[in-house]
Nanobody, 115 residues
Framework: QVQLVESGGGLVQTGGSLRLSCVASGIIFRLTAMAWYRQVPGKQRKLVATATSGGVTNYADSVKGRFTISRDSGKNTLYLQLNSLKPEDTAVYYC?????????WGQGTQVTDSS
């Protein structure tokens, strides 16, 4: 019954901004840690940012200072604000949560940065 649905991806210019959303269901959102990952074809899925239920956030070094993860408990929604985009940010971005030792993923949303 856990379901995550991402949206907000698209084509942006280098240096531009984008906001991704992830709507969660089947979990007690306010008590659940959430994360964003990204993946390019032929490569491993990599952690981008995490947000604990208490609001503590962490970021991969490659995005620190440019991306912001946040959550809205009233809407059961996780966000990722992408600023100062670079070509290397191009990837499919996935929302993630872990419950009862099982990882749950959304379908992904494509972010493409023009060079």
């Amino acid at each position: 019954q856990v379901q995550l649905v991402e949206s907000g991806g698209g084509l942006v210019q280098t240096g531009g901004s984008l906001r991704l959303s992830c709507v969660a269901s089947g979990i007690i959102f306010r008590l659940t840690a959430m994360a964003w990952y990204r993946q390019v074809p032929g490569k491993q899925r990599k952690l981008v940012a995490t947000a604990t239920s208490g609001g503590v956030t962490n970021y991969a070094d490659s995005v620190k200072g440019r991306f912001t993860i946040s959550r809205d408990s009233g809407k059961n929604t996780l966000y990722l604000q992408l600023n100062s985009l670079k070509p290397e940010d191009t990837a499919v971005y996935y929302c993630n949560t872990r419950f009862m030792s099982t990882d749950y993923w959304g379908q992904g949303t494509q972010v493409t940065d023009s060079s």
